[in-house]
């Protein structure tokens, strides 16, 4: 066995409570999602989890996510990178669009093969796969040599880049990760094997 990495989505957005579609815009946490993410450290601490080295996205609702994990952690100055390879998916011509507006107008259909397929991008923005082309490498480089070595690695981040990096962890393909949800604020904690499959994985919900 090596080390751990935990992945986290942030807490509910001011965004996700109007039912918009996000991407690289940069709303805050709402009440809500402050709470969540208060909890999600919470949960972490239960577990006697310390955290060796911190890695984010360069979006406001994940470093805060972040943030107030690290404080109930009492790690508030610990080692943070934040990367733009971590954001969410780039959701292109859909951003600030309502979700359900955007059913009515294109179909459940399509709306949902744009919002969880592998390799269709929604209009001018970015599919599952190129998500995953920025965010496999900055993993392989950054954030999977320190879980080899032996550390604790908390990332913060977004539903879909965290959907193309449990693509990889737990061998989904095509097809199984269309059914791939990932909850706000409930963090996910991997341990690794030495040769990077996963040994254990733990949800941590409430
Ligand atoms: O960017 C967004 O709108 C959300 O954070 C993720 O949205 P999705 O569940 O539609 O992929």
Redesign the pocket.
């Known amino acids: 066995m090596s080390g751990t990495l935990i992945l986290v989505r ?1 807490g509910q ?1 001011e ?2 409570l109007k039912n ?4 690289w ?1 940069d709303p805050d946490l709402t009440e809500k999602g402050v709470e969540e993410a208060i909890a999600a450290g919470q949960r972490l601490k239960a577990k006697g989890i310390k955290a060796d080295i911190a890695f984010t996205s360069a979006l406001t609702r994940a470093q805060r996510t972040l943030g107030l994990i690290l404080k109930e952690l009492g790690q508030e100055s610990l080692e943070t990178i934040r990367d733009e390879a971590l954001n ?2 780039d ?1 292109g011509d ?2 600030g669009l309502n ?1 359900d507006d955007a059913r009515a107008k294109w179909g459940e259909e399509q709306v949902h093969i744009w ?2 397929s592998y390799d269709v991008p929604p209009p001018g923005g970015e599919s599952l796969r190129d998500t995953g082309a920025r965010v496999w490498p900055y993993y392989m480089t950054e954030i999977l040599p320190r879980v080899l070595r032996g550390q604790t690695v908390l990332v913060a981040a ?3 880049s965290l ?1 193309s990096l449990m693509m990889v962890l737990d061998r989904l393909n095509k097809e199984t990760i269309l059914k791939l ?1 990932i909850e706000t604020g409930v963090p996910i904690v991997y341990r690794l094997n030495s040769d990077s499959t996963v040994a254990s994985k733990e949800v941590l919900h409430g």
């Open positions: 942030h957005s965004w996700n918009l579609f996000t991407g815009r969410e998916r959701y859909l951003s979700k919002r969880r977004h539903g879909n959907r949800e």
